[in-house]
């Protein structure tokens, strides 16, 4: 992992110019450009393929910042000062005054914000006099880049930098909450809900089928490797790649562990990365052993349930 400031204020200089660079964060990889230009915003939304009606997280250094943009209320404020910065994404009511490039909102008044943990890339938004729209940098509706040469999977030549960060330590991407009227949970992530619902003395739930509450990009097919996915497997057929999380006694060629010890955290960090080494051993179809839902695994069993779409 190459983290010197040589690299930042290469990402700075592009950045700059209003051209893209992928940027390592806890969660997953983004492609980041300046939120508040409408070329760079522009330039995300055709290299990811993304229709424009799917609206992009904008990430802060700091609070000073987000008021710029956004207004703020107690409950962010108090979901901030305990998990921020961290693996959480706020829905919040955008300021009439901000530079928000339309782009970034899909012309709505909500803006969604994240303050992203990674030492390098908050190094990097410390250096910056905009913040940094930056979705998943993946192609639309396929899996979330989880260190630096996946990004340079996705996109090759066509982004000028990819920041190096070493692999994502959360592995999964953040949670969303909409504050904009009462909480509402618009997509499992990094923060688990218990949590949430622990501080704000709620019961907010997460409802996958509800259309009307979930994030625009949440469509049924996402995540998607790109072959078909079977969950709940304990015998896996000998075409298929295994995913496990409990040590087995007997194992085979195809097996890939995400964690031996179905330490749920460590599972969620390897999953993106091992869906990725399973396509490129050119294996048709995966299997998966049954999940708990607890936890991480929640997030783990929606991102699958999604991928197994396709
Ligand atoms: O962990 C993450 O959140 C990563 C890293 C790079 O920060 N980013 C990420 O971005 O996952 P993306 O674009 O792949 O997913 C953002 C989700 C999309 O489903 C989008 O529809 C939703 O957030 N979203 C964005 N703005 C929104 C808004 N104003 N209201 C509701 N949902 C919104
Ligand atoms: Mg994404």
């Given at each position: 992992m190459k983290s010197n400031l040589s690299n930042i204020k290469k990402s700075k200089y592009y950045l700059d110019k209003n051209e893209c660079v992928g940027i390592p964060t806890e969660t997953v990889y983004?492609?980041?450009?300046?939120?508040?230009?409408?070329?760079?915003?522009?330039?995300i939304f055709k290299l990811k393929k993304r229709p424009k009606n799917n609206p992009l997280i904008v990430h802060y250094h700091n609070l000073k910042m987000l008021r710029n943009d956004c207004i703020i209320n107690k409950k962010f404020l108090k979901l901030y000062k305990k998990f921020c910065p961290g693996?959480?994404?706020?829905?919040?009511?955008?300021k009439k005054e901000s530079?928000?490039?339309?782009n970034v909102t899909n012309k709505k008044k909500t803006l969604a914000v994240r303050f992203p943990k990674h030492f390098i890339t908050r190094k990097l938004l410390?250096?910056?006099k905009y913040p940094l729209a930056a979705p998943s940098a993946n192609i639309s509706t396929k899996i979330s880049p989880v260190s630096r040469s996946d990004v340079q999977d996705e996109f090759g030549k066509k982004i000028k930098f990819i920041l190096d960060g070493g692999y994502s330590k959360i592995?999964?991407?953040?949670?969303?909450?909409?504050?904009?009227?009462?909480?509402?949970?618009?997509?499992?992530?990094?923060?688990e809900i218990s949590k949430i619902n622990r501080l704000l003395k709620t019961n907010l739930k997460f409802n996958s089928k509800n259309k009307n509450v979930a994030a625009?990009?949440?469509g049924r097919v996402h995540y998607?490797?790109?072959?078909?996915?079977r969950l709940n497997v304990n015998s896996p057929k000998r075409d298929e790649a295994f995913i496990l999380i409990k040590k087995r006694k007997f194992s085979g060629k195809n097996f890939?562990?995400?964690?031996?010890?179905?330490?749920?955290?460590?599972?969620?960090?390897?999953?993106?990365?091992?869906?990725?080494?399973?396509?490129?051993?050119?294996?048709k179809k995966i299997a998966v052993e049954k999940i708990p839902n607890k936890g991480l695994g929640l997030t783990i069993n929606d991102r699958l349930n999604r991928a197994s779409n396709k």
């Amino acid at each position: 992992m190459k983290s010197n400031l040589s690299n930042i204020k290469k990402s700075k200089y592009y950045l700059d110019k209003n051209e893209c660079v992928g940027i390592p964060t806890e969660t997953v990889y983004g492609l980041a450009g300046n939120a508040y230009s409408e070329k760079a915003t522009s330039k995300i939304f055709k290299l990811k393929k993304r229709p424009k009606n799917n609206p992009l997280i904008v990430h802060y250094h700091n609070l000073k910042m987000l008021r710029n943009d956004c207004i703020i209320n107690k409950k962010f404020l108090k979901l901030y000062k305990k998990f921020c910065p961290g693996p959480i994404t706020f829905i919040l009511q955008l300021k009439k005054e901000s530079k928000i490039s339309q782009n970034v909102t899909n012309k709505k008044k909500t803006l969604a914000v994240r303050f992203p943990k990674h030492f390098i890339t908050r190094k990097l938004l410390k250096n910056l006099k905009y913040p940094l729209a930056a979705p998943s940098a993946n192609i639309s509706t396929k899996i979330s880049p989880v260190s630096r040469s996946d990004v340079q999977d996705e996109f090759g030549k066509k982004i000028k930098f990819i920041l190096d960060g070493g692999y994502s330590k959360i592995g999964l991407e953040s949670t969303i909450i909409s504050l904009t009227n009462n909480p509402k949970i618009l997509r499992l992530g990094g923060i688990e809900i218990s949590k949430i619902n622990r501080l704000l003395k709620t019961n907010l739930k997460f409802n996958s089928k509800n259309k009307n509450v979930a994030a625009p990009g949440q469509g049924r097919v996402h995540y998607s490797p790109g072959i078909p996915i079977r969950l709940n497997v304990n015998s896996p057929k000998r075409d298929e790649a295994f995913i496990l999380i409990k040590k087995r006694k007997f194992s085979g060629k195809n097996f890939y562990y995400l964690t031996k010890t179905k330490n749920l955290n460590e599972a969620a960090k390897n999953l993106y990365k091992t869906m990725r080494i399973i396509k490129k051993k050119k294996f048709k179809k995966i299997a998966v052993e049954k999940i708990p839902n607890k936890g991480l695994g929640l997030t783990i069993n929606d991102r699958l349930n999604r991928a197994s779409n396709k």
